[in-house]
């Protein structure tokens, strides 16, 4: 392409600009050069007028003016289009050949390049369409863009370039055009294939590397799609990228033990490739090593690999099962997504982490043994699988969204519950957006928080039963679950999050446990089916915004403590709402808008003996038309902490229980007067209401 790109633009030139005579300092035999007066060397150019014609010997050197001259480079364009040129012979004094030394000398059919030169400049031999073989050098170490572009008689090639580090690049290939050349014979010496060398010989059908050859280079094979074998020698250390991909005509290929990586897309799209073994040398296969080897049946992954780079195995259509070694800790995205024909797969358990998408649309897998080594399942690791049943063992941190959605939309699927301990954040593993594949969930007897959208909108879900290690309900856990009736929760749980049980139309009553410390927004908004009361436990420090909006069917709300924040719009929406009744002396602090206004207007507002002056003056509760004094003596009767330690209301008096006789109990009004401080166990207070006591540095609220 280069090539035609200058071909047009000198064209051009000639058209618009005159002739100028091409400059030379001496002509010897026929042949033009200049002399380089400070290299003392020469250099064999043009003569303008593409006359060279036959065969043509280039001498060594060259005399001129009494002093003799090396003939060290062939320059740019010197024989360009001299088409009646048919071989020349190159001195082994010549180091270099320039850019489009030879180009379009189509009637050339023979040249030698000899071992002195080093460089081979872009479009050297271009458009030589009569050129048949060519032998390139030990000596090389450079071989320029489209060197041998549309040589398309071409049939053989000798590569004998030792260290040869650059051969064209990836837009402008040496060989492209070179659609006859069928012949490759690499030297017994090379210890490089370098970047790009045979990209898109197609007509290749089998080549030799020899076991000098230490590395394959970056793309070195790739397109050659005639090539059906290749074997690589146990001196290769590295397949580079792409180095065979595309070659679709490749159904073997037999990589030696001292291989130790195999490149990103190294054999991608090898579509005839049936089998490979990998030895156990290597450590790593690179991303999309393997990718769309669609007639890859079986595949051995020895134990010396540790990773499995992204999309290694992708598109593997073919292949029906995979057995990962114990060695590797990490699966990677997409590595066998797509392997349509997969039916059985086993992961070790020194596996840390499932990628995302790792084995997406795996179809044909229907069951899956994740071990207890995992700590996290990526995004769709398993999306588009048909798996039935689904065990989350107790190592698992982290879940990533629609980790099992199944291809086949008629599936329900049962979950065993064990992670102790994941809080990821994602959209949920079984929900798909318009709906949830969850019918059945058990958790296991050590799980203490369950992630957000982990059940999220599961219709077909109608019980639960939480664990009693249970310390915490991520966001949205189980929203929209509208066949759940009932909940019990474990008087572990101590924060229920946001949006946890929204929607959950069918949900009749909850009863919460003392344990309890936070209800996030709108927890249980539009929860309709809830009936009559609901009571907040004394420890519950806020109700989020919305928590209970919506809820249609509460009639009384009951608020324990003073401690408690109520955010704005709670109760917002509870239309039947019917009485409120609130424990503590001190209002508890709320917004005007954390309850309805019909409930400001129709409900009864009942606050414990002399605190009605403190509501009706206190934000949220002095929107309240009827509130009433009510003798909540029932209330805090008994008052307990973890050591034992009781503080009991009975008869008007305090009794503490549990401590030391030593220990000294002090009583305090919500003042901050303190009103005793002794070490009887029985004390009379003066007068009804709301008190603190301590002992043995625990503080309790009580009230007459």
Not at 197 to 221: D, K, M, Q, R, W
Not at 277 to 292: D, K, L, Q
Not at 294 to 320: D, H, K, M, Q, Y
Request: glycine share 10%; charged share 15%.
């Amino acid at each position: 392409m280069r090539q035609i790109i200058k071909q047009i633009f000198t064209a051009i030139c000639l058209a618009v600009i005159p002739i100028v005579a091409f400059a030379y300092d001496v002509e010897v035999d026929g042949i033009y050069y200049n002399i380089g007066n400070s290299t003392k060397t020469a250099t064999v150019v043009s003569n303008g007028k593409n006359s060279y014609s036959g065969r043509i010997t280039i001498p060594k050197r060259v005399s001129s003016g009494g002093m003799t001259y090396p003939v060290t480079a062939v320059g740019d364009e010197a024989f360009e289009e001299c088409n009646k040129l048919t071989s020349v012979t190159i001195p082994n004094s010549v180091t270099s050949i320039g850019e489009s030394a030879f180009s379009n000398c189509s009637g050339l059919t023979s040249v030698t390049i000899p071992n002195s030169v080093t460089s081979i400049g872009d479009g050297a031999f271009s458009g030589c369409s009569g050129l048949t073989s060519v032998t390139i050098p030990n000596s090389v170490t450079s071989i320029g863009d489209e060197a041998f572009y549309g040589c398309s008689e071409l049939t053989s090639v000798t590569f004998n370039a030792e260290k040869c580090t650059k051969m064209g690049s990836y837009s402008y290939l040496v060989f492209i055009g070179c659609t006859s050349l069928t012949s490759l014979t690499i030297g017994d010496r090379v210890t490089i294939i370098p970047n790009y060398a045979f990209y898109g010989c197609s007509g290749l059908t089998s080549v030799t590397i020899p076991n000098s050859v230490t590395s394959i280079g970056e793309s070195a094979f790739s397109r050659c799609s005639g090539l059906t074998s290749v074997t690589i020698p146990n001196s290769v250390t590295s397949i580079g990228e792409s180095a065979f991909s595309r070659c679709s005509g490749l159904t073997s290929v037999t990589i030696p033990n001292s291989v130790t990586s195999i490149g990103e897309s190294a054999f991608s799209r090898c579509s005839g490739l049936t089998s490979v073994t990998i030895p156990n040398s290597v450590t790593s296969i690179g991303e999309s090593a393997f990718s769309r080897c669609s007639g890859l049946t079986s595949v051995t992954i020895p134990n010396s690999v540790t990773s499995i780079g992204e999309s290694a195995f992708s598109r593997c259509s073919g292949l029906t099962s995979v057995t990962i070694p114990n060695s590797v800790t990490s699966i990677g995205e997409s590595a066998f997504s797509r392997c349509s024909g997969l039916t059985s797969v086993t992961i070790p358990n020194s596996v840390t982490s499932i990628g995302d998408g790792a084995f997406s649309g795996c179809s044909g897998l229907t069951s899956v043994t994740i071990p207890n080594s995992v700590t996290s399942i990526g995004n769709g690791a398993f999306y588009n699988c048909n798996i039935e049943n689904v065990t989350i063992p107790k190592s698992v941190l982290s879940i990533g969204s629609g980790c099992f959605i199944p291809s086949d939309k008629d599936i329900t699927i049962s979950v065993n519950f064990n992670a102790i301990n994941c809080t990821t954040e994602s959209l949920g593993p079984f929900w798909a957006g318009s709906q949830s594949y969850l019918g059945e969930i058990k958790f296991g007897d050590k799980v203490k928080s369950i992630p957000q959208h982990l059940c999220y909108s599961a219709e077909k879900l109608t019980e639960i039963n939480l664990p009693a290690s249970l310390e915490s309900i991520g966001d949205h856990a189980f929203g929209g679950c509208i066949g759940l009736t009932t909940v019990e929760f474990p008087q572990s749980l101590t924060n229920i999050g946001s949006g946890a049980f929204d929607n959950c139309v069918g949900l009749a009553a909850v009863k919460f446990p003392k344990s309890l410390i936070s209800i996030g927004g709108v927890a249980f908004s539009g929860c309709i089916g809830l009936k009559s009361k609901l009571t907040i436990p004394k420890n519950v420090e806020s109700v989020g915004v919305g928590a209970f909006s919506g809820c249609t069917g509460i009639t009384t709300v009951t608020i324990e403590s003073s401690e408690t924040l109520l955010e704005a719009y709670a109760f917002s929406e509870c239309t039947s709402i019917k009485s409120v009744n609130v424990f503590s002396t001190l209002p508890p602090i709320g917004t005007d808008d954390t309850f309805a206004l019909i409930t400001y207007r129709d409900a009864t507002l009942n606050v414990p003996k002399t605190a009605k002056d403190a509501y009706t003056r206190q934000t949220c509760w002095r929107n309240f038309r009827h509130v009433e004094e009510k003798d909540f003596g029932g209330v805090d009767d008994v008052t307990a902490d973890e050591d034992g330690i009781c503080v009991n209301v009975r008869d008007g008096q305090v009794e503490v229980s549990g401590a030391d006789t030593s220990e000294e109990v002090r009583v305090y009004d919500m003042a901050g007067m303190e009103i005793y401080r002794g070490t009887d166990r029985t004390i009379t207070l003066p007068t009804k209401g709301v008190y603190i006591v301590k002992v043995a540095g625990r503080t309790f609220k009580v009230a007459l």
